[in-house]
């Protein structure tokens, strides 16, 4: 069974740093791109960052280029992401998801997600 | 970028009705739209991918359709556990997500 679970949520100030970790089990990690994506309080859905499987590519939203880093560690079936000059619009719940491998596009769908992992950014 | 337009942004329908929802994208994205649902303190789950390709264990009455930029979301049989909020996402370029739908029980 494939299992995502998320950690290294919490409060941090503005200018702040915090560092996301998901935990991935069930499939060979290496082998899949992942991806994080946000929810503020009450909104919608927001793409942060991508990775590709293999030679790790990275992708970001425009909002978040330059201040967070995405990066996973395939022997430990580990992604991280790295988010600096926190801000309090970053404020969200955190999510990791994975691929479907069965979708014909170069950038695929999102089929299993992680619970997610709440921040706050506040003074 | 491309922008998902999603409309309505909620609705209200009885049990057992049909409901559609649409979603229109800011340039073409041939068939790179994919609808997901998400239910009050959980994580979404994806239901359609590639306009009308449905997710393995997702109940037939949910249905998708459409190319180029206009996109439909169907529930052919409205049901209680259906409660939740939809959105579109295209896969064309990058990610972008719609605003998302509420779909409520009238």
């Known amino acids: 069974e494939v299992q995502l679970l998320e950690s290294g949520g919490g409060l941090v100030q503005p200018g702040g740093s915090l560092r996301l970790s998901c935990a991935a089990s069930?499939?060979?990690?290496?082998?899949?791109?992942m991806t994080w994506v946000r929810q503020a309080p009450g909104k919608g859905l927001e793409w942060v960052s991508a990775?590709?499987?293999?030679?790790?590519?990275?992708y970001y939203a425009d909002y978040v280029k330059g201040r967070f880093t995405i990066s996973r560690d395939n022997s430990k079936n580990t992604l991280n992401l790295q988010m600096n000059s926190l801000r309090a619009d970053d404020t969200a719940v955190y999510y990791c998801a994975r691929e479907i491998s069965y979708s014909s596009g170069w950038y695929r769908p999102f089929g299993k997600w992680g619970q997610g992992t709440l921040v706050t950014v506040s003074s | 970028d491309i922008q998902m337009t999603q409309s309505p942004s909620s609705l209200s329908a009885s049990v057992g009705d049909r409901v559609t929802i649409t979603c229109q994208a800011s340039q073409d994205i041939s068939k790179y739209l994919n609808w997901y649902q998400q239910k009050p303190g959980k994580a979404p789950k994806l239901l359609i991918y590639?306009?009308?390709n449905l997710e393995t264990g997702v109940p037939s009455r949910f249905s998708g359709s459409g190319s180029g930029t206009d996109f439909t979301f169907t529930i052919s049989s409205l049901q209680p556990e259906d409660i939740a909020t939809y959105y579109c996402?295209?896969?064309?370029?990058?990610?972008?997500f719609g605003h998302g739908t509420k779909v409520e029980i009238k």
């Open positions: 590639d306009a009308s």
């Open positions: 990775i590709s499987g293999g030679a790790g590519v990275p």
């Open positions: 069930g499939f060979t990690f290496s082998s899949y791109s």
């Open positions: 996402q295209q896969n064309y370029n990058l990610w972008t």
